[in-house]
């Protein structure tokens, strides 16, 4: 209040807060508040929003790079599931056959009976003794096609085909470098091998898409699963950059 020794007016509504007269600048403040980034201030650890006064803080641009959205992202993995896709119909094709050979008189009688109203099970030709194995086989085959497709490229450059594609790349948390194999394998294996329980009653594929959802409740830098074991984070690059590592001396908007 004014008048009352020793009392010092605060900053009035839209004003950032300044050091008390007779304080030295930070004291009691964290480095860098108020203040906003590309003025010669230190900034914060990467990923790590600039704290402003008032109102929300910006979105973080982990290593100067802002996050990828969800819908490239999207498109990113549909693109990676296609190519996934029909490497399994070269590959895989004979088993998938196989397999249809062998379920196909349950599933004939099982429609025929559906369609005429008779809900009863009894009588119905069981699967053929193969049909167990070829599932298994299926699934192996299917798994490890997804992981060369994948970790490899992500260990070396953080990006997949699609990924390329969509210009987002995913890169540490800690630091914009490669992944390496032991922390892409990681990121892969929390999203791709519960493609091997598909055959518990769709258990992989719940789990799938619980990690494929997750980076909609996540916030600030919008990591799904595999990302927080991974520590890794997916930021959208600049087109002339898409093919090439970030250079941290040179930001992207002085890119010419």
Aim: charged share 15%; hydrophobic share 35%.
């Amino acid at each position: 209040m004014p008048g009352v020794p020793g009392h010092q007016p605060g900053p009035t509504y839209g004003q950032r807060p300044g050091p008390v007269h007779g304080q030295q600048p930070g004291y009691g403040q964290p480095a860098g508040y108020g203040q906003q980034p590309g003025h010669g201030h230190p900034q914060g650890p990467p990923g790590w929003p600039y704290p402003t006064w008032p109102g929300r803080p910006p979105e973080p641009r982990p290593h100067g790079l802002p996050l990828a959205g969800y819908g490239a992202r999207l498109i990113a993995r549909l693109i990676d599931f296609g190519i996934v896709f029909l490497l399994n119909a070269v590959v895989n094709g004979w088993f998938v056959w196989r397999y249809i050979e062998e379920i196909s008189p349950y599933l004939r009688e099982a429609v025929r009976r559906g369609l005429a109203g008779d809900s009863s099970t009894q009588g119905l030709p069981q699967p053929g003794e193969q049909t167990g194995g070829l599932q298994v086989v299926i699934l192996l085959i299917a798994t490890a096609l997804w992981f060369a497709y994948e970790v490899p490229s992500m260990a070396s450059g953080g990006q997949t085909f699609g990924k390329r594609v969509m210009r987002v790349r995913a890169v540490p948390v800690e630091a914009d470098q490669p992944l390496g194999f032991g922390r892409a394998l990681r990121r892969w294996s929390t999203l791709g091998l519960p493609t091997l329980l598909w055959y518990c009653c769709g258990l992989g594929l719940l789990l799938q898409f619980v990690d494929a959802v997750s980076p909609l409740f996540d916030h600030p830098l919008r990591q799904a699963l595999h990302d927080k074991r991974a520590q890794t984070v997916v930021v959208q690059l600049p087109r002339a950059a898409s093919s090439a590592p970030h250079d941290p001396a040179n930001p992207p908007g002085d890119t010419p």
